[in-house]
């Protein structure tokens, strides 16, 4: 494939914010529960407290899809979104107190919700009738969040856990930069409809995919972020948690890099139920480490269940998208797997830890991709086995 130079420089600023974008927020994201008991929160409270980011996402993610598609503004909003969202974090420094860092959260998820769905839009805009190689594109943030947060533990065990927020500030800024640099991808010039929008969300494959990201979504958020809770109540420290997940940006990279010959030969839709399959057997795994080191190897399953999923239903929304939606129909499924699914598992995650334990939070949950995984294979029928398991599994 030639790619012409003008091409290969938009590509490689698009590389470049999706590396600081995910180096960000892994100097957040994976340290915020910890952050949050190490203030003297619940577990309860914890729950409630995480609970509130993913339930802005659920209105707030759509909100901007649509607005960002009616303008045809996506790189726009996307810059402000983006520096909005540093004094909400910065603030958090300065509380211990459940009401406020809940409207902290608030104010924080409300910016931070369009940004995903629009990079992957404006990334998708740009590949063109190449968005199989998105993966190439999206394999810079898994090395971001890889790279980031062995250096944010090392800090947190020195200037104390706070050094995360500043971490995430210095990060933000960079990208932000590179997002004034990036050039307008209008290779969709249809503004969306009413009609549009309402044929989308009538479609049963469309419907049934959003059901199934959801069951799995609430597995996959529990396990990252009370992973980091289990491993603290088993003795690790941050540092140790810092290197669970560069394993798992490692686990990362060879998915993305494969992901257009794995879509080329499996679709996305058999790239789909293989991350569900992963993310069943991962909770399991996870519910038996009983020594903090474990946890490092067991991280290699992030790869496959995660980036998997993320790769393939960004395909598969990008597929099911009617003309001119594409930023509409990324940002429902942001807010389902973002938003809906997170806000469940967090509540789930908060209540079952202080019932059950995290180990036994952790099996549950792996019960609850499994059943995600069985109604996404057996819905398509006999019609389009062809996309499905079946013929991943004879391909195999």
């Keep these: 494939m030639i790619v012409d130079t ?43 407290v995480s609970s509130v980011f993913p339930l802005v996402l659920i209105v707030a993610a759509p909100f901007w899809g649509i607005l960002g598609d009616i303008t045809r503004r996506h790189r726009r909003i996307l810059l402000l979104s983006l520096l909005a969202t540093i004094p909400f974090l910065i603030t958090f420094t300065f509380t211990k107190n459940m009401g406020p860092l809940i409207v902290l959260m608030i104010g924080y998820a409300l910016f931070y919700a369009p940004i995903l769905p629009l990079i992957d839009t404006l990334s998708l805009q740009m590949l063109g009738d190449d968005r199989n190689q998105y993966g190439r594109l999206r394999l810079w943030g898994a090395i971001g969040w890889g790279v980031t947060p062995p250096v944010v533990g090392l800090l947190s065990n020195t200037l104390g856990i706070r050094v995360i927020f500043y971490m995430y500030v210095l990060l933000i800024l960079v990208g932000a930069l590179v997002v004034i640099r990036i050039p307008r991808f209008e290779a969709e010039i249809d503004k969306p409809s009413f009609a549009n929008i309402k044929n989308l969300m009538s479609r049963p494959s469309w419907l049934v995919f959003l059901i199934c990201v959801f069951l799995v979504g609430i597995c996959s958020h529990v396990l990252e972020h009370y992973f980091v809770l289990y491993l603290d109540n088993l003795g690790g420290s941050e540092i140790t948690f810092g290197f669970s997940i560069t394993m798992a940006s490692i686990s990362e990279i060879p998915i993305y890099f494969l992901v257009a010959w794995l879509i080329k030969r499996f679709g996305s839709r058999g790239l789909l139920l293989s991350a569900f399959a992963v993310y069943s057997l991962r909770a399991f795994l996870y519910a038996q480490i009983s020594i903090p080191v474990w946890a490092i190897p067991a991280q290699l399953m992030h790869g496959p269940s995660f980036s998997a999923l993320w790769a393939g239903a960004v395909v598969y929304a990008a597929d099911q998208a009617p003309r001119g939606l594409g930023a509409t129909a990324q940002s429902l499924f942001n807010s389902v797997f973002m938003g809906v699914a997170a806000t469940a598992g967090a509540f789930l995650g908060g209540l079952l830890y202080d019932l059950l334990g995290l180990a036994q939070t952790f099996r549950i949950c792996g019960l609850i991709a499994f059943a995600g995984l069985i109604i996404f294979l057996l819905f398509r029928g006999r019609r389009n086995v062809e996309s499905g398991l079946y013929s991943f599994t004879k391909k195999w």
């Design 6 to 48: 003008a091409a290969r420089s938009n590509r490689n600023l698009l590389k470049a914010f999706y590396f600081f974008f995910y180096g960000a927020n892994a100097a957040v994201i994976p340290f915020l529960n910890l952050y949050l008991a190490r203030v003297g929160l619940s577990g309860t409270q914890i729950g409630i």
